[in-house]
């Protein structure tokens, strides 16, 4: 048998012992790898109402990112408007933020392509009443699915399966 034959049969097996030898050069992504992420929003008959007792029809942002503490520090920021949020948060953004409207007493799916870059995905909502309020979740991007429940100042989890 021939030195490159030879070669050329051991290489798979030389691979794979690499790879197991150091694993976290061998599995670069971090986060979600690929497919899809399902978010369905119920909206309570109450969602964002304000306070006042109307329920009004909310905005929601869906989408991808690469790091979770930078996003959060995005979010938590109270003094930075709605329509500056995504551009603060800049390149960590991973894919195109998916918006849409959720009537009271409705419910919306919208699916985000998951990035191999993205750890986490962010469902956002424009929610009258900041104050107090839950108006954001964050959900790891391994997770195909996620249901929320939208209230009168934010959201719920409904199940995480």
């Known amino acids: 048998m021939s030195t490159s034959r030879m070669l050329r049969g051991s290489l798979p097996a030389l691979v794979l012992a690499c790879a197991l030898a150091s694993p976290a050069r061998a ?12 978010v369905t929003i119920a909206a309570d008959a109450n969602s964002n109402n304000c ?14 990112v690469a790091d979770e503490a930078a996003i959060r520090t ?9 329509s500056k949020q995504v551009e603060a948060a800049g390149a960590n953004i991973v894919g195109k933020p998916v918006e849409d409207f959720i009537a009271p ?19 956002e909502g424009n929610y009258c009443k900041k104050t107090g309020a839950d108006w954001y979740y964050v959900h790891p991007a391994k997770q195909k699915k996620l249901k929320l429940t939208s209230g009168a100042t934010g959201f719920k989890l409904t199940t995480g399966k």
């Open 27 to 38: 599995l670069p992504f971090i986060g979600g790898g690929g497919g899809k992420v399902t």
């Open 51 to 64: 306070g006042s007792g109307t329920a009004s029809a909310l905005k929601v942002r869906v989408f991808a």
């Open 74 to 82: 995005v979010l938590n920021n109270k003094g930075l408007a709605w």
């Open 105 to 123: 007493g409705t419910s919306k799916t919208i699916v985000v392509a998951r990035d191999a870059k993205a750890t986490v995905i962010v469902v």
